[in-house]
Every structure is written in structure tokens, then in C-alpha cells.
T-cell receptor
């Protein structure tokens, strides 16, 4: 198994542009999580899905952020419009139980 | 609001010394997790502690859990440079379906 696959690994964009981050979870995992990591706030849970259905999006910082999971093998996190304060590393993780969390390699987003 | 607090946040250690990282949390969760993150890398699971009094050890790292005190410790014995990384503790959210992380402890081991 290739693990949790995130793309792109690095993204540099200008303020105001739309950014889409992608994640392919491990096959058979029914939970998918999006986290954001910054120096100031650490690892924050943004949203998670169970069987493709969003369960808790209370961590999504603003309406500019949205996430979808159209099928069991793909999820996106979109920021529109992006702002410099959105610069962070965004991690996707999947599991069939919190005991079995597997993280992707992350996407480092820089908004200039 | 669920809180997970680690201390210290930064730790500079000499090789061969012992030290302990503390993780306090505010839930009644019986499960606690420790992860390691190397610079620029993803998070790797180290330990899963499933009940009060649980102790797990691997190499120079030993983790323990006291659910009554809502405290977990990660003890480092005779530190070596390879242990330099950021260590996170995490607990289940109230629904038991997602992990809430502490801010991490960045450990730097020097000779």
C-alpha cells in the first residue's frame, strides 16, 4: 500500500487565488481527516469524514475553506480566496479507527 | 473545550542525559497517543496507551499513562542525537472519532 497520498507537496500562490489540496486515503479506511500545522497553533483538526460524509467541520477557520469527499478514494480541501495567514502545512490522515491513524506527507502552502 | 497541553515546548538536551516530557489533557479519555515528527516530515506513530497505568517502551523512549491525573509522560533515557525531533501527544475527541493534538515538544540533542 502506498499510504496516504497528498498533492501537491508544495504550493506557492498569490493572495486571492484559489488553492486546492488533494488527498488519497488508504484503501479500506473509512475515516479521513484534514489537519493544519503552524508554529503558532500547532496541529489543528479542520474537518473529518466518515464514509465520505463530513462529520465535524467545526475546525474550519472561515467560509473561505471548504472540503469535499466525493468518493472513498479522494478528498479535496479548497481555499478561496487564499490569504497569507493561510500559509501552513496541511496534512491529510486516514484510519479505520483512531488507533490506526496514518498521515500523508503534507502539503506546504505558501500564500504571498 | 478539550485541551491538550505539553511541556516543555522546547527541550535542549545533552547526549547521555535523561529527561521527561509531560502531556496534560482535559478529557476523560482512556486512550493517549504519542507521535514523532522529524523536520519537514510527516507524523509517525510511536505509542498508543489504552488504559490507566499503561506503560510502553521502545528503545530509549518510555511512555506512561495516568488517566486519573489526566497525565502522560514520555521519558527519554540516555538521549542520543537520533532522538532529535518534535514529539506530539494526542487524545480522542469527545466522540472518540478524531485525535486532538498538543502543540508538540521539540527536542534537540547535542553532544
Amino acid at each position: 500500500d502506498a499510504g496516504v497520498i497528498q498533492s501537491p507537496r508544495h504550493e506557492v500562490t498569490e493572495m486571492g487565488q484559489e488553492v486546492t489540496l488533494r488527498c488519497k486515503p488508504i484503501s479500506g479506511h473509512d475515516y479521513l481527516f484534514w489537519y493544519r500545522q503552524t508554529m503558532m497553533r500547532g496541529l489543528e483538526l479542520l474537518i473529518y469524514f466518515n464514509n465520505n460524509v463530513p462529520i465535524d467541520d467545526s475546525g474550519m477557520p472561515e467560509d473561505r475553506f471548504s472540503a469535499k469527499m466525493p468518493n472513498a478514494s479522494f478528498s479535496t480541501l479548497k481555499i478561496q480566496p487564499s490569504e497569507p495567514r493561510d500559509s501552513a502545512v496541511y496534512f491529510c490522515a486516514s484510519s479505520s479507527d483512531p488507533l490506526g491513524y496514518t498521515f500523508g506527507s503534507g502539503t506546504r502552502l505558501t500564500v504571498v | 473545550e478539550l485541551k491538550v497541553e505539553q511541556n516543555p515546548l522546547f527541550l535542549s538536551m545533552q547526549e547521555g542525559k535523561n529527561y521527561t516530557i509531560y502531556c496534560n489533557y482535559s478529557t476523560t479519555s482512556d486512550r493517549l497517543y504519542w507521535y514523532r515528527q522529524d523536520p519537514g516530515k510527516s507524523l509517525e506513530s510511536l505509542f498508543v496507551l489504552l488504559s490507566n497505568g499503561a506503560v510502553k517502551q521502545e528503545g530509549r523512549l518510555m511512555a506512561s499513562l495516568d488517566t486519573k491525573a489526566r497525565l502522560s509522560t514520555l521519558h527519554i533515557t540516555a538521549a542520543v542525537h537520533d532522538l532529535s525531533a518534535t514529539y506530539f501527544c494526542a487524545v480522542d475527541n469527545q466522540a472518540g472519532t478524531a485525535l486532538i493534538f498538543g502543540k508538540g515538544t521539540t527536542l534537540s540533542v547535542s553532544s
